[in-house]
């Protein structure tokens, strides 16, 4: 590897720097030569650095045992908090609540919940606490979850376990949610996602269906989440109908078709 050149220059003779004026004080030799020379002549010039850079080899991306995918806004974990709205009608303007009526649990099945889900990621709709999508609902995480459960109005984290019920880790299947609503302070830490099945058989990580800033995304994630992890709880939809296979047995959470 060929060394770097370097052109030297001499500094002002009225240079206050440290060293000119000790030089100065001793009456070095060259000393005045020096301040006879333009200010400003100096260059440095590295003459192998383009060499030595191309020579360098790329530095391996940091292994953490997660797949490589774009991190998903969290929040509560320093970044910005994520807004929701509340309970509002479809198409109903953000910030007014619906009445308190009875509350209607239309039938869906697992199927139908995840295509729905699936239409928003493909369109990959904008996060906003308070714009509607074209099908009525409001573009938020819970509207997102109001919309795939198929319900009557735009739920928020507060109200879309009425909606459900427990259930364990271990009976998870697409079209379930795992639910963090923070009573204390709902913007910050209170999210909702889809449950789209385990991408593995170790089941520490599943494909997630969720509305997060930027836009909806479906991506492989950490279970129960990227953060807060103590706090995701599983929800089933009360509506949803047991999909069965030939011979009735009911369907696994893992490696169903199209999931």
């Not at 099908?135 to 109001?146: I, M």
């Not at 058989?201 to 995304?217: C, D, L």
Request: charged letters at 20%.
């Amino acid at each position: 590897m060929t060394a770097p050149v370097f052109e030297e220059f001499d500094p002002a003779g009225d240079c206050d720097c440290p060293g000119c004026v000790q030089a100065r004080r001793l009456g070095e030799p060259g000393t005045r030569a020096l301040s006879r020379r333009p200010a400003v002549r100096g260059l440095v010039v590295v003459a192998a650095a383009s060499a030595v850079l191309g020579a360098a080899t790329p530095a391996a991306a940091l292994t953490t045992g997660r797949p490589a995918v774009q991190r998903p806004h969290v929040p509560g974990d320093g970044e910005p908090a994520t807004p929701q709205g509340t309970k509002t009608p479809l198409h109903g303007p953000g910030g007014r609540p619906t009445g308190s009526g009875p509350v209607r649990l239309p039938a869906t099945t697992r199927t139908a919940i995840i295509k729905r889900a699936k239409v928003w990621a493909a369109a990959q709709v904008p996060y906003s606490m308070s714009a509607y999508w074209s099908d009525g609902y409001r573009q938020d995480c819970s509207g997102y979850v109001s919309m795939a459960w198929g319900l009557g109005t735009n739920e928020w984290t507060g109200s879309l376990g009425q909606f459900g019920v427990k259930i364990t880790k271990k009976e998870l299947e697409p079209g379930d949610i795992l639910l963090y609503h923070n009573p204390d302070d709902p913007e910050r830490g209170s999210h909702v996602v889809i449950f789209g099945g385990w991408t593995d058989y170790t089941r520490t990580y599943y494909t997630v269906y969720e509305q997060t800033p930027p836009h909806t995304r479906r991506q492989a994630t950490p279970y129960p989440y990227w953060s807060h992890t103590d706090k995701y709880v599983p929800y089933r939809y009360k509506g949803v109908t047991p999909a069965t296979a030939a011979g009735g047995k009911t369907k696994a959470a893992y490696g169903v078709p199209g999931l």
